[in-house]
């Protein structure tokens, strides 16, 4: 367990020494965010910036004027969603860059390293990193089609199941078992990605196979740290959804809403740093 | 006029004769029948004793009989085929009513000479309507009664009725009469039957009646039925149970050995619940919306006159019989795995509820007039549901989401695919291209909530209260509702029905600008608003200006021109200006072109803050599956 805290704590140490990679990284967020918001309340302001309701609506959600809205201005509505997938896929990309430069920039600690360090290994593993990401990607997908059709064994046909109890109990079974293993495999990955950054080789068969065969023989460490770095998320999420609810609809607390807002995202994106040094420092460890 | 004032006085006379004293009902159609279901061939055996009494001037030659089963005979049914349903049943499942014996009081066998009538369609694989020509005619005023033989095969559910694995719910089951409507009687100009085929959608129209109903089952069977429980008897390895019930227009009934029911109390109507194990914990939310809805009902509209009301909550493998309404039996659908903000068991128990007034009461034509008993029921289910569940949160209340009733409706119609499909005059059978739920339930009930808003609360429910009254146990159409509406209002409403009812109108005002100026040597303000009508539909509305100062000033336009100017002189500056401040125009399709501020929402800073938080928590998520 000691180890796992000092790797947990080393991993801390690497995000205060991070502090630019972090800041661009929530700055890349805070623009690529603009591209979606910017133009939204762009159309609100022009399509309902001058009626009393867009005030009604405000601090609580009101059926009557989103759907007014959606149905009379819905063609506005559709340019922004397809700009929104552009936008989104970029920033899953990017979040594959980032991540790559962040463990490459996490293996120089404690010494000096410069930005570029970090747009360096973006680079160089990035397309090993993507590979990897898709790999899960369909992974997780294909886990939640299981988990549908293990839900759905009598069928869904109303007209052949006797009750819909089975269908509760095995759906909340198998929810419980999809998170539970959502969260191993989100571990495994982030040693593997360790691995890949360690490895010279193109493909990342051989550090997928190592990285699963390495958290097989540490479970228990890697997991107490997934569930101390989890415990901290569900921490301060839990925290910042209390503070919005508390001064939700409330006007004058703009400027309040919008600054914990950002520190809220702020830490999200620390906490991804944290995440990913700390598993390296913890294959260091074992 | 004097064929109907003929009319209503035979009525009156005929009942009393029939019947030896005062009833509620004309009871015209009425039905002793003993039933047998076997529930390893599906089958259902019946024998029924009708009597039926003529109240017209007329001399009737032939009745005509709903075998509503057979809309479930072959995917050739106009049922079946208009429905889009074709190949939803296999053969085994497909089911049918044959009618093989029909004897009236001489003894002479008729069924020989009988025939189906697809009237609507002519469909020759329809036979859902049924002939039989008269060896002896029924005089004017006279009495008829016949005794009649018919088999039915079961259909499996796939709407409204049938058999799923050991659920049975029997609706539309036995061969019904149509209404023989004299001339004078709702638009016919001649004595007439109306009894048209059995259609996908609108199901009703049959006249006030007693039922006897006796139905011989296994024992371990359990029954919801119309009516209240006479007696009980076991007969070797089955059940005879025997149900009454007077001055209704139909007789519904449910079975299954898994029934377990409650039995509560409310204004003297025994309300007795049939659920299956499972699920029993919604008798709460049933019982508590029924007693309120009840109680709406009796203070708005009148008294509830049956002493039973059966509610069945249908198994998930029978939900397709549920959300239906017969007279003194409902059934609802409600779904375990919903938070019990989504309030579908309490939104369905109410509006069929409802039903009991608009359809079973007020026995309107539902296949040729769907508004009059589907959207008068919905407008009310929107009075009734935002009134139990206060603050816009009758059909949702989930994690801050919260939806109303009305605004639901509102939603749903103009949400749909084409609001000017068709007007709210088309027969049911007729929404070929959809548009039967919008229009029929939505639309009505949103232009019944803006005659609500044009006329005040106080007089819609002194309308209703009138045409409950006049109406009651009768079968009015569009132009008494229309008549009662213009009289009690004391307003010919002919403008608002000619555009909501009988055409495809939309009604959409807006508020285009507004502006103040400052006259200096005065110190006084010029303010203008223009106003758009952008919408076919012209209705008055009031238009309402407020000033800096806090003042207010409500003007009235007739809403006609495509646009007008209001402008006036006042001590303080144009703050904003809103059409209709009050909602009264519900139909009106958009709210939010209602008002203009001259100073833009300081609330949109909000708005972009919401919209940036929420987009940067959503591009991080990624950050889980990477
Ligand atoms: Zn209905």
């Known amino acids: 367990m000691g180890k796992v805290m000092q790797a947990f704590l080393k991993g801390f140490s690497t995000v205060l020494n991070s502090k630019r990679i972090w800041f661009f990284q929530y700055a890349m967020n805070l623009l690529f965010a603009l591209f979606i918001a910017y133009p939204l309340s762009k159309l609100l302001s022009k399509v309902a910036g001058n009626s009393l309701t867009i005030d009604q609506a405000i601090g609580n959600f009101n059926y009557t004027i989103i759907n007014d809205f959606l149905q009379n201005y819905g063609l506005g509505i559709e340019a922004i969603k397809s700009q929104s997938v552009i936008v989104f896929i970029i920033y899953f990309c990017l979040l594959v860059f980032f991540n790559a430069g962040i463990i490459h920039v996490a293996q120089r600690f404690p010494g000096a390293y410069k930005f570029r360090d970090f747009l360096a290994g973006g680079a160089e593993y990035f397309w090993r990193f993507l590979r990897l990401s898709i790999y899960f990607l369909i992974i997780y997908l294909l886990l939640i089609f299981l988990a549908f059709k293990i839900v759905t064994i009598e069928g869904l046909s109303p007209f052949k199941l006797e009750n819909e109890l089975g269908l509760i109990s095995r759906a909340r079974i198998v929810i419980v078992i999809l998170l539970i293993l959502f969260f191993i495999l989100n571990a495994i990955s982030d040693i593997i990605k360790v691995f890949i950054t360690r490895s010279r080789d193109t493909y990342i068969t051989r550090s997928i196979v190592m990285g699963m065969s390495f958290f097989k023989k540490h479970f228990l460490k890697f997991v107490s740290l997934a569930l101390l770095q989890l415990g901290l998320l569900l921490l301060i999420t839990g925290s910042y959804l209390i503070f919005r609810k508390f001064s939700n609809g409330s006007p004058n607390w703009f400027f309040l809403v919008f600054l914990i807002g950002q520190f809220f995202i702020m830490f999200r994106i620390g906490l991804r740093i944290w995440r990913l040094s700390s598993v390296y420092q913890l294959i260091l460890r074992v | ?626």
Not at chain 2, 444 to 459: H, P
Not at chain 2, 526 to 544: A, D, F, N, Q, T
């Open chain 2, 1 to 626: 006029m004097i064929t109907r004032v003929a009319t209503i006085l035979l009525f009156c006379l005929s009942s009393s004769c029939l019947l030896k004293g005062q009833t509620i009902s004309p009871r015209i159609a009425n039905y002793k029948i003993q039933v047998e279901l076997d529930v390893d061939q599906k089958t259902l055996k019946g024998s029924q004793k009708i009597i039926w009494q003529n109240i017209s001037t007329d001399t009737i030659k032939e009745l005509r009989f709903h075998l509503y089963y057979n809309a479930f005979k072959n995917d050739q049914s106009t049922f079946l085929k208009n429905g889009g349903r074709d190949g939803f049943l296999s053969n085994s499942e497909f089911g049918w009513t044959e009618v093989f014996s029909f004897i009236d009081s001489d003894d002479t066998q008729l069924v020989g000479n009988s025939y189906y009538d697809p009237v609507d369609d002519g469909n020759v694989k329809d036979q859902t309507v049924l002939v039989i020509p008269l060896a002896s005619p029924i005089m004017p005023l006279g009495l008829g009664e016949f005794e009649m033989e018919w088999k039915a095969k079961i259909p499996k559910i796939m709407v409204r009725t049938g058999y799923n694995k050991d659920f049975y719910f029997f609706a539309q089951w036995f061969p019904k009469l149509g209404v023989y409507e004299p001339a004078g009687m709702r638009y016919a100009t001649k004595g007439q039957w109306n009894c048209h085929q059995y259609h996908s959608s609108g199901e009703y129209y049959s006249d006030f009646g007693n039922y006897n109903v006796s139905m011989t089952l296994p024992r371990n069977f359990i029954v919801a039925s119309s009516g209240d429980l006479l007696s009980k008897r076991d007969e070797g390895e089955m059940t005879v149970w025997n149900f009454s019930v007077e001055d209704v227009i139909d007789f519904t009934w449910s079975c299954s050995p898994h029934f377990v029911s409650e039995q509560r109390v409310h204004n003297g109507v025994k309300l007795k619940y049939y659920s299956y194990p499972y699920k029993t914990h919604f008798a709460d939310r049933y019982f508590n919306t029924l007693s309120f809805t009840m109680d709406y009902l009796n203070d708005h509209l009148g008294p509830y006159p049956y002493p039973t009301l059966s509610i069945v909550d249908a198994p998930l493998h029978g939900i397709f019989c549920g959300g239906m309404e017969y007279p003194t039996l409902i059934s609802s659908i409600s779904f375990c795995f919903l938070p019990k903000g989504v309030r579908v068991a309490e939104t369905l128990i109410a509006h069929e509820y409802i039903h009991q007034y608009f359809m079973q009461l007020i026995a309107t034509n539902e296949t040729e007039e769907p508004w009059m008993d589907e959207g008068i029921t919905t407008y009310y289910e929107g009075r009734i549901m935002d009134a139990l569940y206060e603050g816009n949160r009758a059909s949702i209340d989930v994690l801050g989401f919260k939806v109303g009733n009305a605004e639901f409706n509102r939603t749903e119609f103009f949400g749909s695919s084409n609001i000017k499909i068709a007007p709210n005059t088309r027969k049911s059978w007729e929404f070929e291209d959809g548009g039967y739920s919008s229009i029929s339930y939505n639309k009505t009930a949103i232009w019944l909530k803006t005659l609500e808003g044009l006329l005040g609360i106080e007089k819609m429910d002194e309308i209703m209260k009138e045409y409950f009254l006049r109406w009651k146990f009768k079968h009015p159409c569009k132009n008494d509702f229309v008549d009662i509406v213009n009289e009690i209002s004391g307003t010919d409403m002919h403008w608002f029905f000619d555009q909501v009812l009988e055409d495809v109108l939309v009604c959409d005002y807006a508020v285009d600008y507004a502006w103040s100026v400052e006259n200096e040597e005065t110190g006084t303000y010029y303010s203008s608003v223009i106003v758009h009508r952008l919408g076919e539909m012209k209705i008055p509305v009031e238009v309402r200006m407020s000033f800096e100062d806090g003042s207010q000033r409500l003007e009235e336009w007739d809403g006609e021109a495509p646009s007008f100017r209001f402008s006036c002189n006042e001590n303080s500056k144009l703050v904003s200006a809103e059409i209709d401040p009050d909602r009264k125009i519900y139909i009106d399709k958009n709210f939010i072109n209602n008002s203009y501020s001259i100073k833009k929402s300081k609330s949109i800073k909000h708005y972009f803050n919401r919209f940036l938080m929420n987009t940067q928590q959503a591009l991080e998520a990624f950050n889980f599956i990477i």
